[in-house]
């Protein structure tokens, strides 16, 4: 069974940096892409970023490009989400989710690419 844990959410002032982490478990981390998603008070999941299997592709989404990064540690099974200059509209519930085919190679973007996915962290950015 595939178990995805995140952790690093919690609130933080407009401009801050937060870290957050995603632990893996039951399967082969490192033949598989992983990608970070975000869900608004109110509003659909949308897609952040996405590391490809073995880190030498990452895509981000527009609205957090260059604050954001993507890495990932296949030695301790785990992603990781750098978030720097946090702006109020980042606030939401983080997902990790581990993409269902392994080696692929290229980015997807599309919730319904990803088979298992973690419960969420709380990311909250105060005005």
Same mark, same amino acid.
Request: contains cysteine.
């Given at each position: 069974q595939v178990q995805l844990v995140e952790s690093g959410g919690g609130l933080v002032q407009a401009g @801050?940096?937060?870290?957050?982490?995603?632990?893996?478990? @039951?399967?082969? #981390? %490192?033949?598989?892409?992983?990608?970070? #998603?975000?869900?608004?008070?109110? $509003?659909?999941?949308? #897609?952040? +970023?996405?590391? %490809?299997?073995?880190? @030498?592709? +990452?895509?981000?989404?527009? %609205?957090? $490009?260059?604050? #954001?990064?993507? %890495?990932?540690?296949?030695? $301790?099974?785990?992603?990781y989400l750098q978030m720097n200059s946090l702006k109020p509209e980042d606030t939401g519930v983080y997902y990790c989710a581990a993409d269902s085919q392994p080696y692929r190679a290229y980015v997807v973007t599309t919730f319904r690419e990803y088979d298992y996915w973690g419960q969420g962290t709380q990311v909250t950015v105060s005005s």
């Open positions: @801050g940096s937060l870290r957050l982490s995603c632990e893996a478990s @039951g399967r082969t #981390f %490192s033949a598989y892409g992983m990608g970070w #998603f975000r869900r608004a008070p109110g $509003k659909e999941r949308e #897609f952040v +970023t996405y590391i %490809s299997w073995r880190s @030498g592709s +990452t895509h981000y989404a527009d %609205s957090v $490009k260059v604050r #954001f990064t993507i %890495s990932r540690d296949n030695a $301790k099974n785990t992603v």
